[in-house]
């Protein structure tokens, strides 16, 4: 079994990561101290394959057990799901001595997530990711959050949880598109903070696409680790934290674009990521060998590159409403060579420009 431990003051946590090991999620809340009412918020497709698992781990411990189900999608991580959480956490009398499990992928989590950080001004939550992506990012760093209609995760909060419960064996029921989706993530550390990641995961692809039980450990416990270390340095992204978002400023906006329908967020980042290493080429900060191991590494694990049809100017209206951006500038994250990355501030314009976009 894996633990590792997410140092941030007051808001320290672990991580841990093992298969098969749901069954002691009651016990482990115990241990970080939790008390009271637990409430379990999943959604439909989640909740039929390891909701009783997880409810039945809570009550053994000694839990009271709610469950709240959304529905499953993108579009539903947006208010009017908050609000209908809301109703259920009152209904079902989750105060201030309770706590919140998000169960699921990064959807449910940044919801219920945020749901947390906001009852009755924050009560404590554990992640139970069960997607690769979640996994590997989005369970870990307390960003949490919804979609407003005119950008990602633009409201939200940055609110720790008191555990992060892998089990790699949820994965079993993952389809592999989802699956492919999480590589996104993966590959972006080795991209812009780990080149020896960045070979482990190019000599290993057909052992990580077999889902070979020990290398997902292994990518997953490498990703947590590269993470942790950058939020326990920048936890509320004053700087450092933004290199996370390589591949998502433009990947987030054709995912916008396309109204979360037909691309998937991991698959988003992935055409953010070529455009990402395309910027760099062109600002020679990584060669055009780079570039193609890059791009061959994202093919392979089954990952989009191709650029979907937009509208120029949507396209600019979306990246400058982006978060990462500052009276006009976008803070873009390029990759410096393979394993280090380089911050630049650009228009809108000029990132269309640089990414060969408008050629
Ligand atoms: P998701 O939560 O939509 O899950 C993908 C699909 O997999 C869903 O249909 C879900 O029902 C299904 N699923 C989940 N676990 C399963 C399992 N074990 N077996 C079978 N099916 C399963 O998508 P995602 O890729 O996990 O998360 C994407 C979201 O994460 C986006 O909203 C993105 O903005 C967010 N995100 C947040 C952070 C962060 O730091 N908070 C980082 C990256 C991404
Ligand atoms: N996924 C980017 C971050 O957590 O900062």
């Given at each position: 079994m894996s633990i590792l431990?997410?140092?941030?003051?007051?808001?320290?946590?672990?991580?841990?990561?093992?298969?098969?090991?749901l069954a002691s999620l009651g016990q482990r809340c115990l241990?970080?101290?939790?008390?009271?009412?637990?409430?379990?918020?999943?959604?439909?497709?989640?909740?039929?394959?390891?909701?009783?698992?997880?409810?039945?781990?809570?009550?053994?411990?000694?839990?009271?057990?709610?469950?709240?189900?959304?529905?499953d999608g993108e579009e539903y991580k947006n208010s009017t799901t908050l609000n209908q959480v809301y109703d259920d956490l009152l209904a079902s009398g989750v105060d201030r001595s309770s706590f919140i499990v998000a169960l699921g992928g990064g959807v449910v989590g940044d919801l219920a997530g945020y749901a947390a950080a906001t009852w009755m001004r924050g009560i404590p939550f554990v992640q139970v990711p069960t997607t690769l992506l979640a996994q590997v990012d989005s369970s870990v760093g307390g960003k949490t959050g919804i979609d407003h209609p005119k950008g990602k995760n633009l409201i939200g909060a940055f609110y720790q949880p008191r555990l992060v419960l892998i089990d790699v064996n949820t994965l079993a029921t993952l389809d592999q598109r989802q699956f492919c989706a999480g590589l996104a993530e993966v590959i972006k550390y080795g991209v812009v903070i780990d080149h020896s990641f960045f070979e482990f995961v190019?000599?290993?692809?057909?052992?990580?696409?077999?889902?070979?039980?020990?290398?997902?450990?292994?990518?997953?416990?490498?990703?947590?680790?590269?993470?942790?270390?950058?939020?326990?340095?920048?936890?509320?992204?004053a700087g450092l934290r933004a290199i996370l978002n390589y591949g998502h400023t433009l990947g987030h906006a054709f995912e916008s674009i396309s109204g979360y329908s037909s691309l998937v967020h991991g698959e988003a980042v992935a055409i953010g990521m070529v455009?990402?290493?395309?910027?760099?080429?062109?600002?020679?900060?990584?060669?055009?060998?780079?570039?193609?191991?890059?791009?061959?590494?994202?093919?392979?694990?089954?990952?989009?590159?191709?650029?979907?049809?937009?509208?120029?100017?949507?396209?600019?209206?979306?990246?400058?409403?982006?978060?990462?951006?500052?009276?006009?500038?976008i803070n873009f994250i390029c990759n410096q060579g393979i394993g280090m990355y380089a911050m630049s501030q650009h228009t809108p314009e000029e990132l269309l420009a640089l990414s060969g976009l408008e050629t």
């Open positions: 431990s997410v140092n941030l003051a007051d808001n320290s946590y672990d991580i841990v990561i093992e298969r098969g090991i241990t970080v101290g939790l008390k009271g009412m637990a409430a379990v918020i999943s959604n439909p497709a989640v909740a039929a394959l390891y909701g009783a698992a997880v409810q039945g781990s809570l009550v053994a411990a000694g839990f009271t057990v709610v469950r709240i189900e959304i529905p190019e000599k290993n692809s057909d052992a990580i696409l077999a889902k070979d039980p020990d290398v997902l450990i292994e990518i997953i416990l490498r990703s947590c680790q590269l993470k942790s270390q950058v939020v326990e340095l920048d936890e509320k992204e455009l990402a290493a395309k910027v760099s080429v062109a600002k020679s900060l990584c060669s055009e060998e780079e570039f193609s191991r890059i791009h061959a590494l994202i093919i392979k694990c089954g990952l989009p590159v191709e650029i979907p049809s937009y509208d120029r100017q949507q396209l600019i209206d979306v990246v400058a409403a982006d978060k990462k951006s500052k009276s006009g500038n």
